[in-house]
Every structure is written in C-alpha cells, then in structure tokens.
C-alpha cells in the first residue's frame, strides 16, 4: 500500500492554494503597507478581526493538509473539505482586509507630560502621531483647586486657564511640542493639563477615564513677610531703616501688605508714625526698603507688617502672615 493515498492534478492545485493561506493572507497585508510593528498595532487595536484573520487561515492550511493527504482523490469528502477550505480562507482574507484597513485609518490618541522646572517654571510636552491634515490637538492647562463631591469626597475643580493651544500636525502626521508655562504668584494646589483630538472629553481630575490628561501637585506655598529692621545712628535724628521681603503672593485675590510704625512714649498714648498698604509685583515677590524718622520724643518703636489684615496691631497676636518687631530708640550721645 502506497504512504500517501493517490492525489488528483485538481485536488493538488486546491490543497495548494489552501496550504499557502498563511503567505496569501501575508501578501495582502503587505499589499496594505500593514508590516512590522503595525502588524502588533492591528492585534492590539482590532484582535477580534486579527485573531478572525490569522485563525482562519491557519484552519484554511489544515482543512488543505486533509484534502492533500488524508482523503480519497476525488472522493466526496476531498471536495467537501476543499470547498469548506476555500471558504475559510475567503473569511480570512475578509478579516484581514478589515483589520488592515482598520488599523491603517486609526488615530493614535495623543500623550502630555508636565516636568516641573525650577522655581515657578513648568515644562509642558505634547506627543501625537498617525493625524490626518485635518485633524487638531487641542491642549488645556489650568490651575486645580481642591473641592469636596456631594458625598463629601474629596475632589478637584478647574480654576484659573493658564494656557491653551491648538496644534495641526506635520506632512508625516505628527505632533511634538514643548512649551514653558511660568505659573502665577501664589498657592497652588495642583496643575491639570489635557490633551484631546475630536470631541472634548469629560474632566479627568476626579474618576474616570479620558484622552491625554494629567495632573501633578505643584507645591508653592506663600512665605510670611520677612522684616529687617535697624537703626541709622549717625544722623542727628534717629532714623528707623525697615526692609519687607515676601514670594509667592497670590494675584487673584490680590493680596496686600500693610506695614506700620508705632512711636512708644511712657504715659502717653502710641502714635502712628508711618503707615504704607503695599502691592506685590507681577510674579508675587514683594521686597521693599523704606525709612522712618523716629526723633526722640520716644523710647520705644513697634514695627508690624501683615498681609492677613489690614489693621495690625503690635505687638500683634499669633498668626499666619503677620510679623512684628518692637525696638527701643538709642540713646543720644
């Protein structure tokens, strides 16, 4: 008895065509230009199709390898089996044409990063790949303020935009763009920043799940003032020389600084000397040098700077963002 069972010049051609299913279904994606990592882009984005596609042809190479080698030559079954593989390998071809072309049209969803640099400066890097010429990525960064959901969760709010952008991609289809945000003077809680293609996503700040967005805490708290004070004796009247310094003043609301010079004398009652409500610059710093002429009609002088209340007194009590100091006048020589 022969090894193999006799095979006809036609079921040889069909079990052919049906053991060349893997190499079919190759060349039609390298047809579509679907190689190398886009073969791995396509299983991951569309694995139904890809596992239709692939799975199919391998049954399309075994239903080949029965009709070849297992079946009577022109038996009922051998035609049976290769109609049944031609089928399969038509659905393979199918499923890889639809996966391929699937995965050629699709659109990767664009990346955003934040790298914090020194001092108030932050780095904001936008990534996108596989974009049509018509196609967008809009990008949003804004302060976040820490708020409390209905059930008392905590949670995150969107507060003050601090830049927003949209960004067309090159001829190949892609996007990298970097840009430097200087943050505004002030307490921040946290920095949110998205990126999306399309339809705005909802605000991924609290649960959930959406395009491109990220939130990193940015740790900025306001300093409390910072009061020199010292005397110029060398004058023929004692003259008080103050110096304030304070970073990271908050813009929105505007925060001030109010500075006051009581004169002390024993029985009476204190005087204000000097008084001055003072703003911080554009980037939150104040630093200021000023001068009082004290004289000598007292013994004592009570200096007190505040950026809590508007009407300190000195000495004043225990509290954030209020310093004082109290000097007595040098004697005549």
């Given at each position: 008895?022969?090894?193999?069972?006799?095979?006809?010049?036609?079921?040889?051609?069909?079990?052919?065509?049906l053991?060349?299913?893997?190499?079919?279904?190759?060349?039609?994606?390298?047809?579509?230009?679907?190689?190398?990592?886009?073969?791995?882009?396509?299983?991951?984005?569309?694995?139904?199709a890809?596992?239709?596609?692939?799975?199919?042809?391998?049954?399309?190479?075994?239903?080949?390898?029965?009709?070849?080698?297992?079946?009577q030559?022109g038996?009922?079954?051998?035609?049976?089996?290769?109609?049944?593989?031609?089928?399969?390998?038509?659905?393979?071809?199918?499923?890889?044409?639809?996966?391929?072309?699937?995965?050629?049209?699709?659109?990767?969803?664009?990346?955003?990063?934040?790298?914090?640099?020194?001092?108030?400066?932050?780095?904001?890097?936008?990534?996108?790949?596989?974009?049509?010429?018509?196609?967008?990525?809009?990008?949003?960064?804004?302060q976040?303020?820490?708020?409390?959901?209905?059930?008392?969760?905590?949670?995150?709010?969107?507060?003050?935009?601090?830049y927003?952008?949209?960004?067309?991609?090159?001829?190949?289809?892609?996007i990298?763009?970097?840009?430097?945000?200087?943050?505004?003077?002030?307490?921040?809680d946290?920095?949110?920043?998205?990126?999306?293609?399309?339809?705005?996503?909802?605000?991924?700040?609290?649960r959930?799940?959406?395009?491109?967005?990220?939130?990193?805490?940015?740790?900025?708290?306001?300093?409390?003032?910072q009061?020199?004070?010292?005397w110029?004796?060398?004058?023929?009247?004692?003259r008080?020389?103050?110096?304030?310094?304070?970073?990271?003043?908050?813009?929105?609301?505007?925060?001030?600084?109010?500075?006051?010079?009581?004169?002390?004398?024993?029985?009476?009652?204190?005087?204000?000397?000097?008084?001055?409500?003072?703003?911080?610059?554009?980037?939150?710093?104040?630093?200021?040098s000023?001068?009082?002429?004290?004289?000598?009609?007292?013994?004592?002088?009570?200096?007190?700077?505040?950026?809590?209340?508007?009407?300190?007194?000195?000495?004043?009590?225990v509290?954030?963002?209020?310093?004082?100091?109290?000097?007595?006048?040098?004697?005549?020589?």
């Open positions: 008895m022969p090894r193999f069972l006799p095979i006809g010049k036609e079921a040889k051609g069909a079990a052919g065509f053991l060349a299913a893997l190499p079919a279904l190759g060349a039609l994606l390298t047809a579509l230009a679907i190689s190398g990592d886009l073969i791995g882009r396509m299983a991951r984005n569309h694995p139904l890809s596992f239709g596609a692939f799975g199919s042809a391998a049954v399309a190479v075994f239903l080949g390898a029965i009709a070849a080698y297992g079946l030559e038996s009922r079954e051998e035609r049976g089996v290769l109609s049944l593989g031609i089928i399969v390998l038509g659905v393979a071809l199918l499923f890889g044409v639809y996966a391929g072309v699937e995965t050629w049209g699709d659109r990767a969803q664009p990346s955003i990063t934040v790298t914090p640099k020194s001092g108030s400066l932050v780095a904001v890097s936008v990534h996108g790949i596989g974009l049509r010429s018509s196609d967008h990525i809009v990008v949003e960064v804004e976040l303020l820490r708020a409390s959901d209905r059930n008392g969760r905590p949670t995150w709010q969107p507060g003050q935009p601090l927003g952008a949209s960004l067309g991609p090159n001829g190949s289809g892609e990298e763009h970097t840009v430097n945000l200087s943050l505004p003077a002030g307490d921040f946290g920095l949110g920043a998205r990126a999306w293609v399309g339809d705005e996503p909802r605000p991924c700040y609290t959930g799940n959406t395009t491109g967005c990220v939130r990193v805490h940015i740790s900025r708290p306001q300093e409390r003032p009061l020199s004070v010292v110029e004796t060398f004058v023929r009247v004692p008080l020389l103050l110096r304030l310094r304070a970073r990271n003043l908050s813009q929105r609301p505007s925060h001030s600084m109010t500075l006051r010079v009581f004169g002390i004398a024993a029985g009476q009652p204190r005087r204000n000397l000097a008084e001055w409500s003072l703003a911080p610059n554009a980037g939150g710093e104040f630093d200021r000023l001068a009082v002429v004290v004289g000598r009609a007292y013994s004592d002088v009570c200096v007190v700077a505040s950026i809590s209340t508007r009407d300190p007194e000195c000495p004043a009590p509290e954030d963002g209020t310093v004082w100091m109290q000097l007595a006048v040098p004697a005549a020589h």
